[in-house]
């Protein structure tokens, strides 16, 4: 059984999660039109849009979410009734599929992470569902499909071209500690990023949120030594350390550079919003002076209570969300 409410006269409305259409026995008012107790379709009705099969579910392609550097990001849902909404990831080219075989697995790792905190962390990654081979469009790919976070729909490229100026320095301080709760629980786990750029940081304008997506190009980290990185986004070849390492130090350096672009510097040279302690501190995290992300969330803490005053709500304007 299912609760709903009546629109008509706020009556609670019990019914078999068979039907789709509830009469009220008070008003006599139905939830949507047709006939009382009409069944769920089992399945969305064919309109012509596009459908994968991977895992032993079809899921309907809904639309195109983003461009990636080697992937289509495709929002789409399980086309069973009540389906569930996913994220569907389709590779175009076919030599980087190790990449997306290597993101499955170093996703699948950490969430079965036994470090400290791994119970709300494995929230700021991607939940892998399915991975494998799918004709699409007269073609064989490689899809990879991850479960729908709500409300995780900006990175922080959108927001920078959203904030041309810079985002408010509440709202990057923010981003930066939830930013380097997830690096300091990934290395914990024993894994370095090694690409964390801004198109890779999914934020929630609302909640306070950042996801960390990207991790096709993860190393597996042995005594906190550093590897030589996998791949290299093109698109952001020059944010990368000189020498194409992935190392905790590195991943804390390039997420203090988002921040920091985020808040209106083009470089570590130029100015941003941030105010001058906060400014200097992340340009030295940007430096790679930090391996310790716990350590940097304490220094972002106290300078940002003695320059921004206590915390505060910073909800940041994005499009679609009315803040």
Not at 244 to 261: E, F, G, K, Y
Request: charged share 20%; net charge neutral.
């Amino acid at each position: 059984m299912r609760i709903e409410f009546c629109a008509g006269c706020g009556a609670p409305l019990e019914a078999r999660w068979s039907e789709i259409v509830i009469e009220c026995r008070y008003c006599g008012a139905q939830s949507l039109p047709g006939g009382a107790g009409a069944p769920v379709p089992s399945s969305i009705p064919d309109d012509g849009r596009p459908r994968l099969a991977l895992g032993g579910r079809t899921y309907l392609i809904l639309g195109l979410l983003a461009r990636g550097d080697s992937s289509y990001v495709h929002f789409a849902r399980w086309v069973r009734r009540l389906g569930e909404l996913v994220v569907v990831k389709v590779l175009r080219a076919p030599d980087d599929a190790d990449l997306m075989r290597r993101e499955h697995a170093f996703l699948e790792r950490l969430r079965a992470s036994p470090a400290p905190g791994s119970e709300r962390f494995v929230d700021r990654i991607p939940e892998p569902i399915a991975l494998g081979p799918v004709r699409y469009r007269q073609r064989e790919h490689m899809v990879a499909v991850h479960r729908w976070r709500s409300g995780f729909l900006h990175t922080l490229e959108d927001v920078r071209r959203h904030h041309p100026a810079g985002v408010e320095p509440g709202v990057a301080v923010w981003i930066f500690k939830r930013l380097l709760e997830v690096l300091q629980w990934a290395h914990r786990s024993g894994v370095a990023h090694g690409a964390v750029l801004p198109p890779h940081v999914l934020v929630h304008p609302r909640d306070h949120g950042a996801m960390l997506l990207g991790w096709s190009t993860a190393i597996a980290l042995a005594g906190g030594s550093s590897a030589r990185s996998i791949a290299v986004n093109s698109d952001w070849e020059s944010w990368y350390p000189a020498d194409r390492t992935a190392s905790p130090t590195h991943d804390i350096a390039m997420a203090a550079r988002c921040v920091l672009w985020v808040s209106g510097a083009d470089n570590l040279a130029t100015p941003c919003r941030l105010p001058g302690g906060l400014a200097e501190l992340l340009a030295t995290a940007a430096s790679g002076a930090f391996s310790d992300a716990l350590d940097l969330i304490d220094r972002v803490t106290e300078r940002s209570l003695t320059e921004l005053g206590p915390p505060a709500y910073c909800p940041l304007a994005m499009p679609g969300w009315g803040l």
